[in-house]
């Protein structure tokens, strides 16, 4: 890809506190016009992070994202308006139309697709580095699988409650994400911003590190990437490193040591069905994991009507119902759209 000259001509005021910063400079400034990103998911990180690398400089953003956006978005996700939620706008879209005034040298590109592993292969075209900003292992699996499949560095992150982690993976140099969680956490035992809720500061600083981390893999500045685990908690005040570097050697990883993509593959992850003449879509997890329904219940009564007996557990939310068997397989009535289905069961039960 070349130099933009039109922006290059215009870019010393824009971007003259960052070429100061003297491990930029102005050359690193150039190699970021040259970048492509792509961020998978606009929410509460996907926000932080398309704002914080637009307004550096980037010259390409993609964002993929699903979902439309609701009231309860706009406390932590921080490109959205009012007035984009009266519009019931794709937040792809809305984030698109806000960058755009950010920064109009910056091309960002908007997608309203939910990401899997029939088309994750060309959403990753030509891109430089890839933002994590979803809500589920499923999908952060089968990025990690392309990521390493192509060796394009990838940045994980998560935020619920107060607390955050994030992680940088530089494929076949560092350890990728499947070096240290082996397996998905089973379906329920996981919380999420929709049953435990999230402060909008943890989104923020673990949105920066993301964002941070980004701008040194952009500019060349690889012997600066954190190579650990960061793990804190903004209302407990804690701050973590975790040492993570032996988890390549010592573990058999199926997608950096072993080079099998099951998740790319589709070998591993849920699948959908929808249930003829009932409004409903069925959701198999690929592998059977036995649900505590005591333990979900807890988790969910503060934000729907729950019941359940030992063979069903049902949760009722003002449009839709999620009703869950012990091994995880669930049926979302309400809807005959398979990624709303798999919006809602990855928000509620977990993936």
Known sequence: MTVRQDILSDTSERYSRQTLFPEIGEKGQERLIRSKVVIFGCGALGTVQADALCRAGVGNIRIVDRDFLEESNLQRQTLF????????LPKAIAAQRRL????????????????????????????????????????????????????????????????????????????????IFETMPPPGTSPTCDTAGVLGPIVNVIASIQAAEALKILTGNLHRVNRQMI???????????????????????????????????????????????????????NSANLLDFEQLAQRLKPVGNVRFNQFLF????????????????????????ANVARSLYAKYIGA
Request: glycine share 8%; charged share 30%.
């Open 231 to 285: 793990f804190l908690d903004v209302w407990e005040n804690s701050w973590k490193r975790l040492e993570v570097s032996s988890a390549k050697e010592q573990g058999e990883c199926p997608a950096c040591k072993l080079g099998r993509f099951d998740f790319l593959s589709g070998k591993e992850g849920s699948s959908t069905t929808i249930l003829c003449g009932r409004d409903s879509v069925q959701i198999n997890p």
């Open 81 to 88: 308006s009012e007035e984009d939620v009266r519009n019931s």
């Open 314 to 337: 049902k949760f009722d939310l003002e449009d839709y119902e999620i009703a869950v068997f012990p091994d995880g397989r669930g049926i979302v009535r309400g809807t005959k759209d």
């Open 100 to 179: 755009r005034q950010v920064n109009s040298q910056v091309r960002v590109e908007s997608l309203v697709s939910d990401v899997n592993h029939r088309n994750i292969e060309k959403f990753i075209d030509d891109v430089d580095c890839i933002l994590d900003a979803t809500d589920n292992f499923e999908t952060r699996f089968l990025i990690n699988d392309v990521a390493v499949k192509y060796k394009i560095p990838w940045i994980y992150g998560a935020a619920v409650g107060g607390h955050g982690l994030t992680m940088t993976i530089l494929p076949l140099e560092t350890p990728c994400l499947r070096c």
